[in-house]
């Protein structure tokens, strides 16, 4: 699976959008983004994931560059429970990669006040 | 009702004990996972199952051994705890083997600490 590179951490208002941005310049064209979150001491949530069209669900939008090499989750009204460490990943399904979900570091989004 | 369950929630034991990690899932799915988040908070997958039959194994120690006696249960035995154990360990499962367009649901995570 391609390797991704996000910040380590960042800083959102509440109330203002939240931009998370997401390096994977050595994807391939069957790889998809899929972005998972993790609240303090609970399980991972999967948030969203796309191939190669911007996509839109209740939680966030992914916006894909059209070369593919880097992405941006947006939580368009962040609010103080949407403090997490955020995961981009990318994966492709089948083969060795089978059912595996490799997470990286992850950027420590904190909202304030 | 609770997607993923584990329990038990913490667990704190001494060296060299055997302990289990139990999880159910009551989503109706057919792959169920095992991963680790060591100290560092790294999380990585241990194992993967897929109707009961092992899928993934990533090269973890034999003293790790699940056991899925349905589609709906996937429980963790540990032999010989050792510190280097002590991490939060996380069920998952998921509809499928994770191809595109499947999401994985995780368990709230069982703190194991060895002393």
């Known amino acids: 699976d391609a390797k991704t590179t996000q910040p380590t951490s960042m800083d959102c208002a509440e109330g203002r959008a939240a931009n998370l941005p997401c390096n994977h310049s050595t994807i391939s064209g069957n790889e998809y983004v899929y972005w998972y979150r993790q609240i303090h001491s609970q399980g991972p949530q999967y948030i969203i994931h796309g191939l190669k069209n911007n996509e839109t669900n209740e939680m966030a939008s992914l916006i894909i560059t059209e070369d593919r090499k880097s992405s941006t989750l947006i939580l368009p009204h962040a609010t103080l429970r949407d403090t997490a460490v955020y995961y981009c990943?990318?994966?492709?399904?089948?083969?060795?990669?089978?059912?595996?979900?490799?997470f990286g570091q992850g950027t420590i989004l904190t909202v304030h006040p | 009702d609770t997607a993923v369950s584990q329990t038990p929630k913490y667990l704190v034991t001494q060296m060299g004990n055997d302990k289990s990690i139990k999880c159910e899932q009551n989503?109706?799915?057919?792959?169920m996972y095992w991963y680790k988040q060591d100290s560092k908070k790294f999380l990585k997958i241990m194992f993967s199952?897929?109707?009961?039959?092992?899928?993934i194994n990533e090269t973890v120690p034999n003293r790790f051994s699940p056991k899925s006696p349905d589609k709906a249960h996937l429980n963790l035995h540990i032999n010989s705890l050792e510190l280097g154990d002590s991490a939060v360990y996380f069920c998952a499962s998921s509809l499928g083997d994770l191809l595109v367009n499947t999401e994985a649901f995780f368990g709230q995570g069982t703190r194991l600490t060895v002393v």
């Open positions: 199952y897929n109707n009961k039959e092992l899928i």
């Open positions: 989503l109706g799915h057919d792959t």
């Open positions: 990943i990318v994966r492709v399904g089948g083969g060795t990669s089978y059912g595996k979900l490799t």
